[in-house]
């Protein structure tokens, strides 16, 4: 079976400016820091040599401890985020479904749709062809020429998760989605996964819910502080992964 | 240090077939590699669809969004012209190399407009669209492209006001006016380096779209817009021309009106600082992005 992802010796470390983000080229100036090269640049490794492929079709799952890197891991992915060194083989196109997807607040629903379609690579033609489709899931028909900062948080989800489901990616990237919604929707949600696992699609799904983990997936990946931990069966990486939360004494 | 994205297969994007058959997957290969700054054309070709939607998109907000819409493109020359025309025609009493003075300055204040614009609108272009850089991957030279291209609307408009007053004036042209295009390009190659340097800076340091009014106000009089560029002595003319717009201001009048102020050294001049600039603002653009989204 040939791999629809493979990480090799991926690591990433990201650059800190203490004490502000956002610098101006005047404190650059007056420090005289912009003619040397980003000294006081702190190191941050948000992952470490990490190696695991998934093989096309099929469901892998990734848990790990808030700021284990998982979400750093989907970037990387994505393309968003580079790689300090390593690299990575996508085979097929690939969606990223997280939080407010590439969302544009001033922009309509309508629009949202339309540059997020084109960025995972469809034409104009197709996306018209798509564009009811999409709208009809996600339930937003009276708000599509909206702004999108006009929407609540479970409505941005589901343009979201439609969107992502309808284009028909090869890959679906899950980061934590599962939780929002109300019932009716996320059972929509989790019929439609089901019908893209079964037509081939492969899916990586990030999530603190080990029983969807337990359930969906065919392989588990536990990340910590930035590096593989744990990674087979999810039987087993989640046993590892639960220990590790009894090893730490209850204070009440 | 510089990564690449590319896809391995030419698979373009059109060849998405709706049915329940998926196609062939592209492979797609990231990697960090060292020491080379990659131009990407060819991705840049592959996602123009989505420059035109953004370019299409940003048009129809700026017509939607302010109260004036279209004669805003008239109405901001118009009444730089008029000003102009009052301080320096008639009360300094400045020579406009034989043309009437209002659409001397008109000529100029037309492409300097466009230029102004793209500055600032290409300075904010990539701090505005955060929540895009963020979240998915495109190439984000898309972006100040994009805000820069969507001026051009802007001064088509402002170039019809331009004809208007021109032939009101009753100039007739001559067969000067067919070269009309190149210096509109050397104008926009010019814009294109700048606002790609521009943005990519103002992702790095907030202040610099502080800085952007202050450049475009003393580059309107380091620019013969209010004045003729024959008011300086030879010796000078080809240091002025150093300035881009020198050469695109004093072409557009030459063109339009057949003023011979525009020499061959001052046009080789400005023409070479515009690919300058437009070449170090693009492999400045290229080395940085990589950096946009964890600094935006």
């Known amino acids: ?252 | 240090m510089v990564d690449k994205l590319e896809a391995v297969s030419d698979l373009p994007p059109s060849s998405w077939n709706p049915s329940a058959e998926p196609p062939a997957p592209v492979v797609t290969v990231i990697q960090s590699t060292q020491g080379q700054v990659a131009l990407k054309l060819a991705e840049l070709w592959r996602f123009r669809e989505l420059l035109f939607f953004l370019v299409w998109r940003d048009v129809k907000v700026r017509y939607k969004q302010t109260l004036l819409g279209a004669s805003w493109a008239i109405l901001q020359p118009l009444a730089t012209m008029i000003i102009f025309t009052v301080i320096f025609g008639r009360l300094a009493k400045l020579p406009s190399d034989g043309v009437p003075y209002p659409v001397f300055a008109l000529a100029a204040l037309v492409p300097w407009t466009f230029f102004a614009n793209a500055l600032g609108q290409a300075t904010n272009s990539l701090v505005g669209s955060a929540n895009l850089i963020t979240k998915v991957y495109f190439p984000r030279l898309i972006i100040p492209t994009a805000s820069i291209l969507a001026g051009l609307v802007d001064f088509a408009i402002s170039f019809a006001f331009l004809v208007c007053a021109y032939i009101y004036y009753g100039i007739v042209p001559s067969a000067r006016v067919l070269t009309l295009p190149l210096f509109l390009l050397l104008a926009l190659v010019f814009s294109f380096g700048f606002g790609f340097w521009l943005s990519a800076l103002n992702v790095k340091y907030r202040d610099v779209r502080h800085v952007v009014p202050f450049i475009t106000q003393i580059g309107l009089y380091a620019t013969p817009v209010a004045y003729p560029s024959s008011l300086l002595g030879p010796k000078w003319q080809l240091l002025y021309a150093i300035n881009p717009m020198v050469g695109v201001v004093e072409g557009v009048r030459w063109a339009l009106f057949g003023t011979n102020t525009l020499t061959l050294p001052m046009i080789a001049m400005s023409s070479a600082t515009a690919l300058i600039m437009f070449f170090i603002g693009l492999v400045y653009f290229r080395s940085t992005e990589r950096e946009f989204a964890d600094l935006v």
């Not at chain 1, 994505?78 to 990223?96: D, F, M, Q, Y």
């Not at chain 1, 949600?189 to 696992?197: P, T």
């Not at chain 1, 969807?212 to 065919?218: I, K």
């Open chain 1, 1 to 252: 079976m040939s791999d629809a992802i493979q990480v090799r010796n991926l690591s990433k470390t990201f650059k800190r400016y203490p004490p502000r983000k956002h610098r101006t080229l005047k404190e650059a100036v007056l420090n005289g820091e912009i003619f040397r090269s980003s000294t006081e640049a702190k190191f941050i490794e948000a992952l470490r040599d990490v190696n695991f492929s998934v093989p096309a079709g099929t469901t892998f799952g990734i848990v790990g401890r808030n700021g284990a890197g998982k979400s750093t891991l989907l970037k990387i992915l994505c393309g968003i985020h580079k790689p300090t060194t390593g690299s990575i083989a996508v085979g097929g196109r690939l969606a990223l479904l997280s939080l407010g997807l590439g969302f544009h607040g001033e922009f309509s629903g309508r629009e949202n749709i339309f540059i997020n379609g084109l960025v995972l690579g469809l034409t104009p033609r197709q996306l018209r062809a798509r564009f009811d489709e999409i709208v009809a899931f996600a339930e937003l028909e009276e708000f599509i020429d909206a702004p999108m900062r006009t929407y609540s948080s479970g409505m941005q989800m589901r343009l979201a998760f439609s969107v992502a489901i309808n284009i028909a990616p090869d890959i679906l990237l899950v980061d934590e989605i599962l939780a929002v919604g109300d019932q009716a929707f996320s059972r929509k949600c989790i019929d439609s996964l089901n019908d893209f696992k079964r037509r081939g699609g492969t899916i990586l799904l990030v999530t603190h819910d080990l029983a969807t983990v337990r359930g969906w997936c065919d392989q588990a990946l536990w990340l910590d502080h930035g590096t593989v931990t744990a990674i087979g069966r999810p039987e087993d990486v989640l046993a590892q992964y639960d220990d590790s939360f009894a090893e730490v004494p209850a204070t009440v």
